[in-house]
């Protein structure tokens, strides 16, 4: 069974950095897209960033490009998201979530993902 689980998140000032992991388990890792995604209270959960299982395409979020970078180590079946020059509006729950195909045009929507994990919360406040 697919299982995905988010560590890394916790409280930060802005400027900041932190390093957020998406560990995955219970299924074949390197097939898959994984989504980092947030949700801030009162908002409805955004794209932040993707990143394909072959050749490492990515996309990001026009909020968080150039301060964000996500990549992946198929043999630890993980997936960061590394969070520089971090903002107030930053802050949200990350969640991660898995896809089967890589479809650059959508796989920042959320509804195009079935499998997710629980989350984790990232603050930024000084």
């Known amino acids: 069974q697919l299982h995905l689980v988010e560590s890394g998140g916790g409280l930060v000032q802005p400027g900041g950095s932190l390093r957020l992991s998406c560990a995955a388990s219970?299924?074949?890792?390197?097939?898959?897209?994984i989504g980092w995604f947030r949700q801030a209270p009162g908002k409805e959960r955004e794209g932040v960033s993707c990143?394909?299982?072959?050749?490492?395409?990515?996309n990001y979020a026009d909020s968080v490009k150039g301060r964000f970078t996500i990549s992946r180590d198929n043999a630890k079946n993980t997936v960061y998201l590394q969070m520089n020059s971090l903002k107030p509006e930053d802050t949200a729950v990350y969640y991660c979530?898995?896809?089967?195909?890589?479809?650059?045009?959508?796989?920042?929507?959320?509804?195009?993902?079935?499998?997710w994990g629980q989350g984790t919360q990232v603050t930024v406040s000084s």
């Open positions: 990143i394909s299982s072959s050749d490492g395409s990515t």
């Open positions: 979530a898995a896809r089967r195909t890589f479809i650059q045009a959508i796989c920042l929507i959320p509804g195009s993902f079935p499998s």
């Open positions: 219970g299924f074949a890792f390197d097939y898959y897209t």
